[in-house]
């Protein structure tokens, strides 16, 4: 999985993430946190529309590169955050997964609370724990 480096700026409840490697590519929000979650949005949008039109992602830089080339602004407030990049191949694999039977309870009445079947459940939880969304 690819991971680009976000630059994260902000104050208060204003808050910014720019991904250098995406031009055009940013997020925001009232806390780090949201700024995050957002610029993790975009980034998989922008990388699905690149997908769809059979264009490669650029490459991902590092935060080693990025400092070097002066890109990120410690001293200003900027810090370094990873960005991943989980695209949906939209080819299901069956997966044999070993849980605990409480916790297959609750995730199953959980799922069927929100209308998903338990295979979209745990696929939704999972995305949301790589893409570190709280």
Avoid: Q
């Amino acid at each position: 999985m690819t991971h680009y480096v976000g630059i994260l700026d902000g104050a208060d409840d204003v808050w910014g993430v720019r991904v250098p490697d995406l031009p055009g590519c940013h997020g925001g929000g009232a806390s780090p946190e949201e700024a995050i979650a957002d610029a993790t949005s975009a980034v998989r949008e922008l990388a699905e529309a690149r997908r769809a039109k059979h264009l490669p992602l650029p490459d991902a830089r590092t935060v080693a590169n990025l400092l070097r080339l002066g890109e990120i602004d410690s001293a200003a407030g900027e810090s370094a955050v990873m960005i991943p990049v989980l695209i949906d191949s939209g080819r299901p694999v069956r997966a044999n997964l070993s849980l605990d039977a409480g916790l297959l309870a609750a995730i199953d009445a959980e799922a069927s609370r929100r209308g998903l079947t338990r295979s979209a459940f745990i696929a939704s939880a999972a995305r949301e724990k790589i893409e570190g969304h709280r």
